[in-house]
């Protein structure tokens, strides 16, 4: 049975989720068109891509985007802190995912009713999340973790945080 797939002008006419994904300078072009793809699948409504973060067009980004990064809006900024601080004042709630001291498991995060605009930013493969960032969120959100390994790679990462805001937000 063949599967069926919206155009692409039909997906960007969807309705989005309130959902946005700050990139705070990631490194590899598979992981961004990794964000794109998964960007697509949960309707969220932009990719911010910051700083060092590659950018369409790019081969690398296309052959894991697989043309997500013709569905989903984006734009490039130059300094990830400015850009969260202007979300901030726009009434954005920012939620960093990233290990921290205080930080709320993943799973126990349900957005409150006057959180209605979710920015998830995601970090640098080795650095992470830029620490003025972590520092003036709103939430700090952690993917709990069992194995010997204490990171998962960020598009994983951002895929599994995806799914739980797009789980709790699509009701809205």
């Given at each position: ?75 490039h900024?130059d ?38 605009k ?55």
């Amino acid at each position: 049975m063949e599967l069926t797939r919206c155009s692409v002008a039909d997906y960007r006419a969807m309705r989005k989720l309130p959902l946005r994904v700050l990139a705070d300078n990631i490194r590899s072009m598979h992981n961004i068109g990794s964000l794109f793809r998964t960007s697509d699948a949960f309707r969220v409504e932009e990719i911010i891509l910051a700083g060092i973060s590659g950018r369409p067009p790019h081969p690398e980004i296309a052959k894991t985007a697989l043309g997500a990064e013709e569905s989903v809006s984006w734009r490039h900024v130059d300094d990830a802190v400015d850009e969260a601080r202007r979300l901030m004042r726009e009434g954005w709630t920012l939620c960093v995912l990233e290990q921290a001291h205080d930080s709320v498991p993943l799973h126990d995060y349900v957005p409150a009713a006057e959180e209605e605009k979710i920015v998830l930013v995601v970090g640098n493969e080795v650095n992470g999340v830029d620490q003025r960032i972590v520092d003036m969120a709103d939430r700090v959100l952690e993917i709990p973790q069992e194995g010997t390994k204490h990171s998962l790679n960020v598009a994983a990462s951002a895929a599994i945080a995806m799914f739980h805001l797009y789980t709790a937000l699509r009701g809205r």
